[in-house]
């Protein structure tokens, strides 16, 4: 059955360095979601888009974050400079319109070292 | 913004047994309550969802309810089994244009 895809699973990288991660909605989705895990937070959502346009991304770090979709089929997260503090499992999502279902990727396993 | 608060944090049961977890929302707007199980590593999955027109919905062992005017809502199991054993999210939305805001989760262990 259709999934939502990540890519990579698992990143490790250096304090500075740029991060992207991207993510694949389930064809056909209009929506979708970042969110970001971690154990002293749980989940949080970050950003999303909805027909590829950005709806909210208030819980995002503005200085060093950015999502885009630069088209239907791909979302991409982008981290630069990166920070340990940004060690969690990111995870996109994607539904047919907002508030509804959201269908959750395996989640990129992000470690700054 | 809205605000969702779980309980408990871990919840150990004997196998057979039912299991609740409560979860409260601080806005009164909010009117989608969905319910998403984690194994550990594993994303999270969709197990049940509500809506605020209503009360209770039901899908074979697995039960939710919600309360508009308390601002509640319950995930109910029953007969449990070792597979139910997993983190169990909430989760609350405004719908229209809005993400989901999450509960911090419960740990639900099953005993043999």
């Known amino acids: 059955d259709a999934r939502v895809t990540q890519t990579p699973r698992h990143k490790v990288t250096e304090m500075g360095q740029e991060v992207t991660m991207r993510c694949q909605p389930i064809?056909?989705?209009?929506?979708v979601f970042w969110y970001r895990q971690t154990m002293m937070q749980g989940l949080e959502l970050l950003a999303y888009?909805?027909?590829?346009?950005?709806?909210?991304d208030s819980g995002m770090p503005k200085d060093r974050f950015s999502a885009e979709m630069p088209d239907a089929t791909l979302a991409t997260l982008k981290i630069q400079p990166s920070e340990p503090r940004d060690s969690a499992v990111y995870f996109c999502a994607s539904g047919l319109s907002v508030g509804e279902t959201q269908y959750f990727g395996p989640g990129t396993r992000l470690l700054v070292l | 913004g809205e605000n969702v608060e779980q309980h408990p944090s871990t919840l150990s049961v004997q196998e057979g047994d039912s299991a609740v977890i409560k979860c409260t929302y601080s806005?009164?707007?909010?009117?989608?309550f969905p319910w998403y199980k984690q194994e550990l590593g594993k994303r999270p999955q969709l197990i049940i969802d509500?809506?605020?027109?209503?009360g209770e919905k039901k899908d074979q062992r697995i039960a939710v309810t919600l309360n508009k005017t308390a601002k509640h809502f319950s995930l109910h199991i029953t007969e449990t089994q070792p597979e139910d054993s997993a983190v169990y999210f909430c989760a609350a939305s405004l719908g229209g244009a809005d993400g989901l805001t999450f509960g911090k989760g419960t740990h639900l262990i099953i005993q043999p």
């Open positions: 888009f909805r027909n590829r346009a950005p709806l909210d």
């Open positions: 806005d009164s707007a909010s009117n989608y």
């Open positions: 509500i809506r605020s027109n209503v």
């Open positions: 064809l056909g989705h209009n929506t």
